[in-house]
């Protein structure tokens, strides 16, 4: 891939900034995910899809030993930048095999806003299914259902890609699908259903973020699952 191919290059700065104290990044996403992982201190973390390393960061800061990829080069530069020694961070497509990873190498695998970007998500959770121990746990959070078809209108069970224009600039194409299209695709990767979390905003987004917060109190915008491998004969 050359620099300027992903979808972030060109726009990770200005991305880097906003996620750190957004609403629905910092305080909605990030609170709401980590609540989810519980204590990570001494577990192998591969966050895929790691963007600036916002995630990385916190997973170190608790004891967590993690390695970041993202599509983006200038995601990893400035992960890279960010995390130091701290973390291992390297360039890699999520619709490419993990060559570089051994099977049962992680405990944890996380994937933060990113898998409703790829095209054969069922794939991609295989992959990462691979490499995760037999103990361990993918976590994902991604739009809620209910919140993309509130935007769209039309069936609440179409599925397909949307595409939109943001304020910097950057088009953003994301797949939406109904929550058993969701749960379908989970079990056809082998991955069993831990639990479902709809995302609540937490306390510090009604100072900041007050429109916000109105609006996450009432309907939802994001989810996160917590997966895990499907033990055999089930």
């Known amino acids: 891939m050359q620099p300027g191919d992903a ?14 104290v957004s609403a629905y ?11 989810l992982l519980g204590d990570v201190n001494g577990l192998d973390i591969l966050d895929a899809g790691c963007g600036p390393g ?18 983006s080069a200038d995601m990893v530069r400035l992960a890279g930048a960010r ?12 619709a490419e095999p993990l060559t570089w990873a051994d099977d049962e190498s992680f405990d944890i695998v996380l994937l933060t806003l990113v898998l409703h970007y790829l095209p054969d998500r069922v794939s991609t959770l295989r992959e990462l299914a691979r490499v995760l121990r037999p103990s361990g746990q993918i976590v994902v959070s991604t739009s809620h259902p209910t919140a993309d078809w509130l935007a769209r209108g039309g069936s609440y069970f ?3 890609f949307i ?18 299209a969701w749960l379908d695709e989970f079990a056809s990767a082998g991955l069993a259903l831990d639990r479902l979390v709809e995302h609540q905003p937490v306390p510090s987004m009604a100072h900041r973020h007050p429109a916000e917060h109105e609006k996450l109190t009432r309907q939802p915008g994001f989810m996160a699952v917590r997966l895990r491998k499907q033990r055999p004969g089930i």
């Open 83 to 94: 995390l130091g020694s701290l973390a291992e961070v390297r360039q890699h497509d999520l």
């Open 25 to 35: 990044n910092a305080h909605y996403d990030r609170p709401t995910v980590l609540g």
């Open 54 to 71: 916002l995630y990385l960061s916190e997973l170190a800061a608790r004891g967590g030993r993690p390695v970041g990829i993202d599509q």
């Open 163 to 180: 595409e939109e224009r943001w304020s910097n600039g950057m088009t953003h194409r994301y797949w939406h699908q109904p929550l058993h």
């Open 158 to 160: 179409a599925s397909g």
């Open 7 to 20: 979808l972030y290059d060109g726009f990770a700065e200005s991305f880097a900034r906003e996620a750190a």
